[in-house]
């Protein structure tokens, strides 16, 4: 199962981040020795114990809610941050990488989702933040995309809306602030259970977990 669907994204412009949170080392190795580089987690602590143990090479992608004040455990090491939610967040980032001397490539998160329950800016906010323009200080982050979450649904059309839906914000602030800024150029959208959907809406990152690992308890 898991083979097929590194080959099948393998064939394309799209990159996989597997979800490797929850799952043990050995797990992690073994899609690792099929040649998957790039793993996501939710959890810092996890990830830095994992970073610690694993070949060095693999490039360690947070993909959850983060906390200010821990972002100092991955700063040293992390590949992209998906989920800035707050300008006070991309702030923290910004310090700590420049503590570490590096720079910190990150997607700012959308929210598409009708649930309360998922983090991140609406269309609006994100607009004025750009227009601000307090972000072009900020010379220790690269803003390098968006990442969103669709509703938790079978209902196809809605969870396509809202993929739809990022994927036209994606382009308009492409157009309007990042129009000579190769960096910006991730849309990360799609887990296991709706990947196919976001990539037929625009995706060019999917992030999947239980398709690779199997499912979580
Ligand atoms: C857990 C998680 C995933 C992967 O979920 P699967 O359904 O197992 O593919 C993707 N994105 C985020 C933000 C997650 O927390």
Known sequence: MYTSIIEELNKTDI??????????????????????????????????EKQEALPKDIQWHQIGQLQRNKVKYIAPFVALIHSVDSRRLLEEINKQAAKNERVIDVLLQVKIAEEDSKAG???????????????KPLVNI?????????????DENQVKEEFRN??????????????????????SMGM?????????QGSNMVRIGSL???SRQ
């Open 15 to 48: 990159t996989l981040v597997a979800v490797s949170k929850t799952k043990p080392l050995e797990k992690i190795l073994e899609i690792y020795n099929q040649g998957q580089r790039i793993f996501g987690e939710n959890r810092v602590q996890e990830m830095v």
């Open 121 to 135: 800016w609406n269309e609006e906010e994100i607009f004025q933040f750009l227009i601000d323009e307090n972000w």
């Open 142 to 154: 690269r803003i390098c995309g968006l990442m969103g979450m669709a509703t938790f649904t079978s």
């Open 166 to 187: 990022l994927k036209n914000i994606f382009d308009k602030l492409k157009t309007q602030h990042f129009k000579h800024d190769d960096s910006f150029k991730h849309l």
């Open 192 to 200: 296991s259970g709706d990947y196919q959907l976001a990539i037929e």
């Open 212 to 214: 690779i690992f199997g």
